[in-house]
């Protein structure tokens, strides 16, 4: 499963302005989540020299799936064929008619 690493960037003007959050953009993508995890870690939001003490700003990163794991497999079925038991061949009740008899031509 590819991991893909999402940033979200929130950032607020002021001292009660109501923070916004930029949509996410794809940062990269991971083999596994635990490296996917680690190089969200790494990451550093670096405030602009000149801001003022109240405007914020911030990094989420969020590491999630980039598609859902597939579908376990079903088991395989094993096809039993009934076992038909081995009957004897019918014999009949009475010996088969004899041939009619052969007319003579007109």
Not at 9 to 26: H, I
Not at 31 to 49: I, L
Request: include cysteine; charge should be neutral; aromatic fraction near 8%.
């Amino acid at each position: 499963m590819v991991w893909i690493l999402l940033v979200y960037v929130v950032a607020s003007n002021g001292f009660s302005g109501t923070p916004a959050v930029a949509p996410s953009f794809r940062g990269t993508t991971f083999a596994t989540k635990e490296e996917c995890t680690a190089a969200a870690s790494q990451v550093a939001s670096v405030a602009s020299p000149g801001l003022d003490d109240i405007a914020k700003t911030g990094l989420f990163m969020v590491c999630a799936p980039s598609a859902p794991p597939p579908p376990d497999p079903p088991p395989p079925v094993e096809v039993i064929a009934p076992v038909q038991p081995a009957q004897p061949l019918a014999q009949p009740a009475f010996p088969p008619y004899p041939p009619p008899p052969k007319r003579p031509p007109h």
